[in-house]
T-cell receptor
């Protein structure tokens, strides 16, 4: 079975500071991993995805994530936080196609607040 | 532009009434999903459908029903049996990438039942 765990339900950083949102996964097969962002009263938007190519994945809005197999992690980072980054962030893992599981598993989410 | 539409954005109903939430996609995706989101909580899967005329219960299907008569449409009915229907409802569809599922989301419908 696959699962993802997001450490920290709420993270607060100052504008211009480093953003680090943590995600650890559990998977018996090579995972496909995603980060989504959700702004208030909106749907989820795909930020970036890891699909076994490069371990460092760049996404939209200056975010990137690094896949570390030895640490079973896929943490999301951004060098300099902007006020517009305030949102909820979800980590997710996809099962392989045509496996017995057909559902993407989402983490519980991390709310990112930006202090002026 | 291709995408997923959910209507209406806000929906108000009286307790005891059934209500149907619309979800339409023009992405030609086979699979579609319904999630419920409560304040400060993550996504909980209600129902999903991998193909027309077939659907499966998710983790919290009680009090909900769905149909999948067309590939592009996956309406969700919140019945009077659902004890706490007030929530934000998200529809999604997925494409099969190179060995994995990639999910896209609609803008959501906020349902308030009083």
């Amino acid at each position: 079975a696959q699962s993802v765990t997001q450490l920290g339900s709420h993270v607060s950083v100052s504008e211009g500071a480093l953003v680090l949102l943590r995600c650890n996964y559990s998977s018996s097969v090579p995972p496909y991993l995603f980060w989504y962002v959700q702004y208030p009263n909106q749907g989820l938007q795909l930020l970036l995805k890891y699909t076994s190519a490069a371990t460092l994945v760049k996404g939209i809005n200056g975010f990137e994530a690094e896949f570390k197999k030895s640490e079973t992690s896929f943490h999301l980072t951004k060098p300099s936080a902007h006020m517009s980054d305030a949102a909820e962030y979800f980590c997710a893992v996809s099962p392989p196609l045509y496996s017995s599981a057909s559902k993407i598993i989402f983490g519980s989410g991390t709310r990112l607040s930006i202090r002026p | 532009d291709g995408g997923i539409t959910q209507s209406p954005k806000y929906l108000f109903r009286k307790e005891g009434q059934n209500v149907t939430l619309s979800c339409e996609q023009n992405l030609n995706h086979d699979a579609m999903y319904w999630y419920r989101q409560d304040p400060g909580q993550g996504l909980r899967l209600i129902y999903y459908s991998q193909i027309v005329n077939d659907f499966q219960k998710g983790d919290i299907a009680e009090g909900y029903s769905v149909s999948r008569e067309k590939k592009e449409s996956f309406p969700l009915t919140v019945t009077s049996a659902q004890k706490n229907p007030t929530a934000f409802y998200l529809c999604a569809s997925s494409i099969e990438g190179q060995g994995y599922y990639e999910q896209y989301f609609g803008p959501g419908t906020r349902l308030t039942v009083t």
